[in-house]
């Protein structure tokens, strides 16, 4: 294979970062001059440059004028990771934070507010105009004009593409596999009507997605938190116990990427997960809406990799990488696909037409890979930068996760602080994050936040990190 200067500048960026992380480059030492780092590693000057200007933009190193280039962060001095939760004694069906949540999230179409409060990426950073020219083509070369209706299961090209996308989940699928539906929301919403009844008991992690939360109060659903690792994901020996002793009839959880900690289940934890699920013969709802948003060398596997049964079902959208607002989701139910269609066909009839053929046109021209891998770079570089802020302005005591995908950053602070009356105090200073409170239907995490780190970095981001850390020192 041709090594290309895209790969050469990455290739000598690792190698800095990995002695950056070892130790054997500390921090405060001056690097090599572009001119001798060329030299050192057989490179051109402007790939010498692009390295570091790699390692500068994730905030490992740090320019001098007349100087050159010093290190300025270790990896493995930063923050502390927060810690698992504990158990809860029994399921939770009579508490809400849907209150909370709207207070929140009334100030979300207000621009004039630094938005770390919401887990989706700016407008700027989408592919506007390849959507755009993808809608035009639909419109004039696919029927009438995309105005009548799809079939119930969904558009054909649409559903094609993303069975093709199962190759990168070390599993093949066909579109007969796939149901699509109006986001991600839509799909979880189909799947957990189609395998419980009101009144069923279901285990989320902990702390879960506020929206699960909802969604489960919505459908008379009692909740379990189940307690879950920043690193590994769900505790699999807990839920193990937990699912005959409470009468678990599904299991919702985001095995990639979770929101809002960030954690990533191993493989081998995704097939022990199956396994489980297997032998009590319940649905597992597998939320996989951040999987293709991963910082290493390759996408992690889903559990419906490891599905033999049909009781996974997997449940996705292009709402985080590519066009929110054109609401295209979809789902691969398993052995509970009848369902899920009989319930779509009670509910909505039809996807949207003229999106969701646009959609599958840009995945079937192979725009989604070349925008995934530029997007995947932005934001493992913004999380590092986040996070080295967060460790700067925030008390020293902060714990903060580590993500290796995804678009969130979840901190834990100290007992006394309460994350909801910080969130009034930035508000008054048009900054706005997601308290911890909002993730548990427990009273629980009052000390948490959840900042994304979606929006580019920029002075104006650096201030908001650096207005909430001042607010915080106050309150201790």
Known sequence: MIKTADHLYLQVADKIEQMIEKDVMKMGEKLPSVRMLSKQQGISLTTAFQAYYHLEGKGLIESRPKSGYYICRNIRRMAPMPGTCAPVRKPVSDVTVSDMVMEVFSHITNDNILKFSVATLPVSVLPAAKMAKAVIHTMRDQGPGGIGYEPL?????????????????????????????????????????????????????????????????????????????????????????????????????????NNPLGCCMPDKHKQELVKIVEKYDIALIEDDIYGDLYFGKQRPLTCKTFDTQGNVLLCNSLS???????????????????????????????????????????????????????????????????????????????????????????????????????????????????????????????????ISYGNPWSKQVDDGLKTIGKLIHKMQ
């Not at 008379?220 to 189940?226: C, I, Q, S, Y």
């Not at 985080?320 to 295209?328: D, E, F, I, Q």
């Not at 891998?373 to 903060?400: D, G, W």
């Not at 911890?436 to 959840?450: A, K, P, V």
Request: with cysteine; proline share 4%; charged share 20%.
């Open 153 to 257: 299961q969904g558009n054909e090209l649409l559903r094609n593409q993303i069975a093709r996308l199962s190759l990168g989940w070390g599993e093949v699928y066909t579109a007969d596999d796939v149901v699509t539906t109006h986001g991600c929301m839509d799909a979880l919403t189909l799947c957990l009507t189609a395998t419980t009844q009101p009144g069923d008991t279901i285990a989320l992690e902990s702390p879960s997605y506020y929206g699960a939360l909802q969604l489960a109060e919505g459908l008379g659903l009692k909740v379990l938190e189940v307690p879950t690792n920043p690193i590994t994901g769900v505790d699999l020996d807990y839920l193990d116990k937990a699912i005959p002793r409470h009468k678990i009839k599904a299991c919702l959880f985001v095995t990639n990427f």
């Open 320 to 450: 985080k990488s590519v066009a929110p607002g054109y609401r295209v989701g979809w789902t691969m139910p398993g052995k509970y696909k009848e369902k899920v269609l009989r319930l779509k066909h009670h509910h909505a009839i039809s996807c949207t037409s003229l999106t969701h053929a646009a959609a599958g046109h840009f995945l079937e021209i192979g725009r989604y890979d070349f925008h995934l891998r530029n997007l995947r770079k932005m934001l493992h570089t913004q999380s590092l930068r986040y996070a080295q802020a967060i460790c700067e302005y925030f008390p020293e005591s902060a714990r903060v996760t580590r993500p290796q995908g995804g678009c969130v950053l979840w901190v834990e602070l100290e007992d006394h602080i309460n994350t909801f009356e910080l969130f009034q105090q930035t508000l008054k200073h048009k900054i706005a994050f997601c308290p911890g409170r909002l993730f548990s239907l427990q009273n629980r995490y009052n000390n948490c936040l959840r």
